[in-house]
């Protein structure tokens, strides 16, 4: 299983090599075997999601941002998901409107490639549906 963060890479090796480097809260990485430390750790760092810092959010393009003011940043996929996560959150709160949630949902969905609906509607599946029962009887 492969790590979904560097940190989480690096807490695995140091799992694995130096368990007595452990830090308090990772000392429930020890009841891991060493073939699924050696997994995670071994995962290629290139391409996993790295923490934003304020210098680096502060050199992105406004398009980087799915919401109002700067927010919710999507310059990857990794930030696109977690800005929908909280949208929605927010959202379910009373913190954004729904307007708000589906503007930042939008962004999202092109950052992620979703170019329209994820799902079908309710009416194509139940014609679906249908043609299927029609093509069993005939």
Do not use: C
Request: glycine share 6%; aromatic share 4%; proline share 6%.
């Amino acid at each position: 299983m492969p790590a979904v963060s560097k940190k989480q890479a690096i807490a695995m090796a140091i799992a694995e090599h130096e368990p007595s480097k452990l830090y308090g809260r990772n000392k429930s990485l020890l009841g891991m075997s060493h073939q699924q430390l050696h997994d995670f750790a071994a995962t290629p760092r290139k391409g996993l999601p790295v923490k934003l810092t304020t210098k680096t959010r502060n050199k992105l393009p406004a398009s980087s941002f799915a919401g109002p003011g700067r927010s919710y940043p999507v310059e990857d996929k990794s930030h696109a998901r977690n800005a929908k996560a909280r949208a929605s959150e927010m959202e379910h709160k009373g913190k954004i409107s729904k307007s708000e949630e589906a503007h930042i949902d939008a962004r999202v969905d092109k950052v992620l490639g979703h170019g329209g609906p994820r799902f079908e509607s309710k009416h194509n599946v139940q014609n679906a549906h249908s043609h299927a029962e029609k093509m069993a009887h005939s």
